[in-house]
C-alpha cells in the first residue's frame, strides 16, 4: 500500500510567547507560512477546515490554500472539512476547480460537518435539517464532480437544469471525501455516492474505527463502485519529548475543550482524560516523533487506511511552536511511520 | 420486576449500534431498526453490530419487551405512539439545542424546567419510560464498559417513573457494564441532560453521586 501523510489546521487562532492571542489576519498569515512550509517538509497534503469562531477564525480556508497554491509546487492542497450542509454545492464545487486550476491539478475537498455548527445560524439553516441538507448537497457535488452539464432537482436550493458549471476540471475529477465521525449511515452514503472515506477519530479508541474501514470496502463492492481510499484524521502535537509535546499541547487542549463545554452544555474533561487520549489506546497523537510516529503506523494498520492527516495546533500556541512541529512531523515522524510499515 | 428479555434498538446511527453491541455481549437478543426498510442496514448490521437482527421498526417492537430509542431527537416525533404501547422504553436520546439544533417541541418545556424524557414519556402514555444511557458519549460508552466489581468501573444514571421499569433497566445497566444509579422519577433525570452536572463525564459512582449532590445544593 503507498502512504501519505497531511497536516490539517482549523486556523487556531495563535498567540505570541507571551500568551497574547495574536489578531485574525495575523494567525491567516501565519497559516499561510505553516502550508508552505508543509511542503518544505515532505508532505503530501495541506488542508483546512472552515470554522467561524473567535478562536478558529478561518470561515474561507480556501483563498488561504490559494495563497500557498501559488507558493508550492507539489503539496496537495483542500478542506478539512468544508461544511457543505450550510454551503451552496456549486459554489464550494466553483471555489475547489479555482483552486485545482491555480494548484495545476492539487485541489481536494473532505465534505462534512466536522464538530462546527456555527456556520447553520450564520447562514441561516437550521441544524435539525442537517440530514437532508447534507444528503442532497452531497448528491449534487459528486454529479458537478462528473463533469459536464448538470441536471438535478432537489428541496434544498434552486434546481440547475442541463447546467454547464464553470470552471471546468482540467484533468478529471479531484479527490473527495466524505468525513464520517461514528455513524455507519454515513459510510454507507460515502460509498454510494462514490466518495472517499475520512474517519474523523477526535476521542476514544481508533481501532474501532476497523470494522467501518470493513464496512466501506463491501459498500464500494455492493454499489458497483471501484476501490477507494481510507483516510484518517486525528489531532495531535510533536515536540522534541514526550515531556515537553505535552506540557505545551494539554493547558491549550483544556482551555480549547472548555470554550466548547461552555458552549455546549458537558462538563470540562480532567486531565486523567488526556492521559488515556495521548496513551497507545487513545485518539490524541501527542509527544515525540518516535511516540507519535508507533501510534499513527498501529493505527494505519489496524484501520486498513493509506493516509494520515494530522490536525496540528490549538488555539493559543504560537507559531513557533507549530513550525518546529510540522518539521518533527514531516522530517522525523513520516519517515519513521514509512519504515515500521515497510 | 419486569425482566428485560429481548431488545429493539430503533436507531443505526451514532448510539444506535453501541448499546446494540454492548446489549449483545451482556447476552441480550437484540433486534435493530431505522426508519425504513432493514435491507438497507443489513452491511451495517453484519459489519458493525454482529448478531443483531435488522428488522422493520413495527416487527422489532412487536418482538421485544424493550425498546431503546437511539435515533436523533427530531425524528421522535415520527415515532408511532401506538406500536410502544406496553412496552418499556429507554429513552437514550438528548436535547442538545447547541449541537444538534433548537426543537419547537422541546424548547419551551425544557426552558420551563421540564426534562426532555418528560415530553417523550407524555407522547408515549401507555409505556413505561426511563431516561438512560444518554449521558455517556458515543464514542466511550463500549470502551468504558466493566463487568461487575472491576476497580475501574464508571457509574451510568438513570430515571423513570414506573418502579419496576426502573428496575429492570438499573439490571439492564449493570449487565452492559455500568454501576447503576437511581435518580427518582423521571423529573429527576435532568441531571443527565446536557448542560447537567454528569453530561459527558465518564465517572465512578463516588464521583458521579458528589457531582449529582454538588449540582443539588448549587441549585437549591
Same mark, same amino acid.
Request: hydrophobic share 40%; no cysteine.
Given at each position: 500500500m503507498t502512504y501519505t501523510f497531511g497536516l490539517d489546521t482549523f486556523?487556531?487562532?495563535? =498567540?505570541?510567547?507571551? $500568551?497574547?492571542?495574536? =489578531?485574525? @489576519?495575523?494567525?491567516?498569515?501565519?497559516?499561510?507560512?505553516?502550508g508552505v512550509f508543509a511542503e518544505q517538509a515532505g508532505l503530501?497534503?495541506?488542508? #483546512?477546515?472552515?470554522?467561524?469562531?473567535?478562536?478558529?477564525?478561518?470561515?474561507? $480556508?480556501?483563498?488561504?490554500?490559494? @495563497?500557498?497554491? /501559488?507558493?508550492?509546487?507539489?503539496?496537495?492542497?483542500? =478542506?478539512?472539512?468544508?461544511?457543505? =450542509? *450550510?454551503?451552496d454545492p456549486v459554489r464550494v464545487f466553483q471555489r475547489y476547480a479555482t483552486l485545482d486550476a491555480i494548484s495545476g491539478g492539487r485541489a481536494e475537498v473532505i465534505l462534512g460537518r466536522g464538530s462546527s455548527i456555527e456556520s447553520f445560524p450564520l447562514f441561516g439553516y437550521d441544524l435539525a435539517d442537517y440530514e437532508e441538507l447534507f444528503d442532497e448537497k452531497a448528491t449534487l457535488f459528486a454529479e458537478l464532480l462528473k463533469g459536464g452539464p448538470v441536471t438535478w432537482h432537489g428541496k434544498t436550493r434552486a434546481p440547475l437544469l442541463n447546467q454547464d458549471v464553470v470552471p471546468h476540471l482540467e484533468s478529471g475529477p479531484f479527490p473527495a471525501w466524505i468525513g464520517v465521525g461514528g455513524n455507519p449511515q454515513s459510510v454507507i452514503r460515502a460509498a454510494r455516492l462514490g466518495f472517499s472515506l475520512a474517519l474523523a477519530i477526535i476521542g476514544g479508541p481508533p481501532a474501532r474505527f476497523a470494522a467501518y474501514s470493513e464496512l466501506f470496502r463491501r459498500a464500494l463492492e455492493k454499489f458497483g463502485q471501484p476501490p477507494r481510499p481510507v483516510l484518517v484524521h486525528s489531532p495531535g502535537h510533536v515536540a522534541a519529548t514526550d515531556e515537553r509535546a505535552k506540557a505545551e499541547f494539554w493547558p491549550r487542549w483544556r482551555e480549547t475543550i472548555a470554550l466548547v463545554a461552555e458552549e455546549r452544555g458537558f462538563a470540562i474533561p480532567a486531565e486523567a482524560s488526556f492521559d488515556r487520549e495521548t496513551g497507545p489506546d487513545g @485518539?490524541?497523537?501527542?509527544?515525540?516523533?518516535?511516540?507519535?510516529?508507533?501510534? #499513527? /503506523? /498501529?493505527?494505519?494498520?489496524?484501520?486498513? /487506511? *493509506?493516509?494520515?492527516?494530522?490536525k496540528y495546533g490549538l488555539p493559543g500556541l504560537t507559531h513557533d511552536q507549530l513550525m518546529t512541529a510540522i518539521e518533527l512531523y514531516g522530517q522525523q515522524v513520516v519517515p519513521r511511520v514509512r519504515e515500521l510499515l515497510g | 420486576m419486569h425482566s428485560i428479555r429481548r431488545l429493539a434498538v430503533l436507531g443505526a446511527g451514532h448510539v444506535g449500534p453501541v448499546i446494540a453491541r454492548l446489549a449483545i455481549r451482556a447476552g441480550y437478543p437484540v433486534a435493530i431498526a431505522t426508519s425504513g426498510d432493514p435491507e438497507d442496514i443489513a452491511l451495517i448490521t453484519e459489519l458493525v453490530i454482529p448478531g443483531a437482527e435488522p428488522q422493520w421498526a413495527s416487527d422489532a417492537v412487536a418482538d421485544a419487551d424493550t425498546v431503546v430509542l437511539a435515533m436523533p431527537l427530531h425524528r421522535f416525533p415520527d415515532v408511532d405512539p401506538g406500536l410502544l404501547t406496553g412496552k418499556l422504553v429507554v429513552d437514550a436520546m438528548n436535547y442538545w439545542p447547541a449541537s444538534d439544533g433548537v426543537l419547537e417541541a422541546f424548547e419551551a418545556s425544557v426552558r420551563g424546567g421540564r426534562g426532555s424524557s418528560e415530553v417523550v414519556a407524555r407522547r408515549l402514555a401507555g409505556s413505561a419510560v426511563v431516561k438512560a444511557l444518554n449521558h455517556i458519549g458515543y464514542h466511550e460508552l463500549e470502551d468504558r464498559a466493566r463487568p461487575a466489581g472491576a476497580p475501574d468501573r464508571r457509574a451510568a444514571g438513570l430515571a423513570g417513573d414506573d418502579r419496576a421499569a426502573v428496575a429492570a433497566v438499573a439490571d439492564l445497566t449493570d449487565r452492559i457494564g455500568y454501576d447503576p444509579v437511581r435518580l427518582g422519577r423521571l423529573r429527576a433525570g435532568r441531571v443527565l441532560q446536557p448542560g447537567g452536572p454528569v453530561f459527558g463525564q465518564v465517572l465512578t459512582l463516588p464521583e458521579f453521586e458528589r457531582a449529582v449532590h454538588e449540582d443539588a445544593r448549587s441549585v437549591r
Open positions: 486556523g487556531d487562532r495563535n =498567540s505570541d510567547a507571551d $500568551g497574547t492571542p495574536l =489578531s485574525h @489576519a495575523q494567525t491567516i498569515r501565519n497559516v499561510v507560512e505553516q503530501d497534503f495541506f488542508g #483546512i477546515g472552515e470554522h467561524h469562531t473567535d478562536y478558529f477564525p478561518m470561515p474561507a $480556508g480556501d483563498v488561504a490554500l490559494a @495563497a500557498i497554491a /501559488a507558493q508550492t509546487e507539489r503539496i496537495r492542497l483542500g =478542506s478539512a472539512v468544508t461544511v457543505l =450542509s *450550510s454551503d @485518539a490524541l497523537y501527542v509527544g515525540s516523533p518516535e511516540t507519535v510516529a508507533d501510534k #499513527i /503506523a /498501529a493505527n494505519l494498520r489496524a484501520l486498513g /487506511a *493509506s493516509r494520515f492527516d494530522l | -
